[in-house]
């Protein structure tokens, strides 16, 4: 990509899975992300993206 210098990405995470149904699972989990992006073309750009996050996703079998 024109312009880019760097990324970083840094990603951790924990989760617990139960099954309420017969036919559904549930994942809760919570993690903290950084994402550091460099970017140089008529100016410099340097990005940094970082905090916690909680989610849920539901698997229907």
Same mark, same amino acid.
């Given at each position: 990509?024109?312009? @880019? *210098?760097?990324?970083? %990405? +840094? @990603?951790?995470?924990?989760?617990?899975?139960? =099954?309420? !149904? =017969? %036919?559904?699972? #549930? %994942? #809760? +989990?919570?993690? /903290? !992300? /950084?994402?550091? #992006? *460099?970017? *140089? =073309? &008529?100016?410099? #750009?340097? &990005?940094?993206? =970082?905090?916690?996050?909680?989610? &849920?996703?539901? *698997?229907?079998?």
């Amino acid at each position: 990509m024109d312009g @880019l *210098e760097q990324t970083w %990405n +840094f @990603l951790a995470l924990a989760g617990y899975r139960f =099954k309420p !149904r =017969k %036919n559904l699972d #549930i %994942n #809760i +989990f919570a993690g /903290y !992300r /950084y994402l550091s #992006i *460099e970017y *140089e =073309k &008529v100016a410099t #750009i340097d &990005v940094d993206l =970082k905090g916690p996050f909680l989610g &849920v996703a539901l *698997e229907f079998h």
